[in-house]
């Protein structure tokens, strides 16, 4: 075996580890459980305890308490608001949101406000 083939077999297993590597720190960070402060920004003529916060993919709900809400999730969860549970014959649901440590949802009840939500998550999804 040559100095060359040696050091190309070498440089292919440290591309091998630091691949790994790279992959399972990615895993732990995403799985990693982070505290998320919601607020609600209610632009609706109804009260805030019609809302709640619900999580994807864990299915936990949180009820706002004075426009705020505390959950325990996973970095690579989702958040999304919706219409309590306690009010039947009442939807809502916006646009799933990543989670940060502070998230803002915003309640918009004319379809104006619901569509432009919906064009700026188009947005956000496909710039480049």
């Not at 003529?45 to 325990?72: G, H, Q, R």
């Amino acid at each position: 075996m040559t100095i060359r083939s040696f050091s190309i077999i070498l440089i292919f297993f440290l591309f091998i580890f630091a691949l790994l590597w790279y992959v399972t720190k990615q895993h732990k960070y995403r799985n990693q459980i982070i505290k998320v402060n919601i607020t609600l920004q209610n632009n609706c003529e109804l009260i805030d305890t019609a809302f709640m916060v619900a999580s994807y993919p864990e299915n936990k709900n949180a009820y706002f308490e004075n426009k705020k809400a505390v959950m325990y999730l996973k970095r690579s969860s989702k958040v999304q608001l919706q219409a309590n549970k306690k009010y039947e014959g009442f939807h809502y649901s916006s646009i799933p949101v990543k989670v940060e440590k502070d998230v803002i949802l915003e309640a918009n009840c004319t379809e104006e406000g619901r569509l432009e939500d919906i064009f700026n998550s188009l947005k956000e999804q496909f710039k480049e």
